[in-house]
């Protein structure tokens, strides 16, 4: 008998762009709390759905556990969560009930019920938990195992009598290192890895150094994590590393981050760790232009191994980072370019299209810079108005009657902007082609024998591009 099983609602197979990529990242956030509760004292256990297609599988695995309480604890740290997706919730509800229907306490920790707690309690969930769960997580638990009051504990959100209650939440983690390793030995890695070989991928594991954001853009959404920003040590972080470099023989990491590196000479201090423990290893990382181009960051990032950055770049428009309160220049995104590619790491540019008042000027901005600057790639989404960002303030009472995608490759249009959803989908298509062709026509310039894929295939996207070019003139109108 199992006192806690663990699971979580991302099912990779139910989001068909992100399952085709063939790049599962195993729940973090997750095995963090189910780490957190065994280090306590309670035998914990993990039903992980991401390489799984039906929430009704879950059924004999607690009946085998028979565990007391079922904690739905998503992966904070996987920013998909945070989009709230319906195909992920209808599977959170299903597993709720099943876990019900075995007389389990059921806890629920994610984006989606911080946004949406009614829905979940009316789903059967006994607990909602808000922000950062571990600590409010282990005092619920403590309570519940010794028959005590829950009511005053800080993050959560209950039915009482008939009336919702919701406390305050907990404090978030300043220290993070007081967090033991998180729990791997719960995750059957040999099947992750066989899916990212499957797809000619080397085999990567996602670590976060890090938790929360201090920058206010406001359409991104901080439910679990907040404003603030924590930061793990260096030490700790190549601890971890170490061990899973021994453990196995993995040295290709996600740094999952939101922001990484942002804690002055924490790069730095990072890059000295590793070379201390003569680890040598490769991993990618999300960042922000300006911060990237403090001091010998770049230098250091490159040393300790640095093989991609995502940028949140977002437009080429200063007038739409301006309206996002993104507090970057589109300057800074071309000197930061320039600057990773002389150090030969590849640059990737996140773009967002659609936002409010955005114009067709906007538009042909953004296009502009990816094809001037010929990122190594890209990925376009259209604004998603996240429950408690000032954005989702702007366009709330203009939202249709769609209010989540049921998939990251949706696309749709959730509020009234500039243009329709068949628009921006057929943008994002136009401009995945454009970039193709500067691509294209780069390596043509710069021959090299090994890109004659991407010379090739300008055959394909010329005309194809010209085409939905057209279209797009057409649905303008």
Known sequence: MTD?????????????????NKTPFPPLGTIYAA????????????????????????????????????????DGFNYLTKMCLTKMREAAFEMIKIAKNLDCHVIVCSSDSTDHFEKYLEAGADYIIQGEGEISLKELI???????????????????????????????????????????????????????E??????????????????????????????RYNSHSPAY????????????????????DDIFGLKPNWVQNFNVSLKKEKLSISYYIQSRVDLLLKEDTIDALAESGLEEVWVGAESGSQAILDAMDKDTKVEQ???????????????????????????????????????ELVPDNIGISVSYPLPGTPFYDKVKDDLMLKANWKDSDDLAMLFKGTYSTEFYKKLQRYVHKEYRISQGLHHL??????????MLKLGYYVPSALIDKLLLKKLAK
């Open 4 to 20: 806690i099983v663990f699971s979580h609602s991302y099912y990779y197979r139910f989001d068909a762009k992100q399952w085709k």
């Open 237 to 256: 972080i190549t601890k971890h590393i170490k061990y899973l470099s021994e453990t196995y023989n993995v040295n290709r990491f996600w740094m999952c």
């Open 35 to 74: 780490s957190y509760l065994r280090e306590h004292g309670y035998t914990v256990g993990l039903f992980d759905v991401n390489l799984l297609d039906d929430p009704k599988t879950i059924k004999p695995y607690l009946e085998k556990e028979q565990p007391k309480t079922f904690v739905l604890y998503d």
């Open 333 to 371: 995104i071309y000197e930061a370019t320039r600057l990773l590619k002389a150090k030969n790491i590849r640059v990737a540019f996140f773009i967002q299209f659609g936002y409010i008042n955005e114009t067709k000027e906007d538009i042909h901005k953004t296009i502009a810079m990816i094809k």
């Open 142 to 196: 403590d309570a519940l195992s010794n028959n005590e009051d829950t009511s005053q504990i800080k993050g959560l959100v209950f039915n009482s009598n008939g009336e919702i209650i919701k406390n305050p939440k907990h404090a978030v983690l300043r220290d993070l290192d007081v967090l033991p390793m998180p729990a791997w030995d719960l995750i059957d890695i040999p099947s992750y890895k066989e899916i990212w």
């Open 198 to 227: 499957s797809g000619g991928n080397e085999f990567t594991l996602n670590i976060a150094t890090t938790r929360g954001c201090p920058y206010k853009c406001n359409w991104c959404a901080k439910p679990i994590y907040g404003n």
């Open 445 to 454: 310039k710069h021959f090299r024998i090994q890109q004659y894929k991407s």
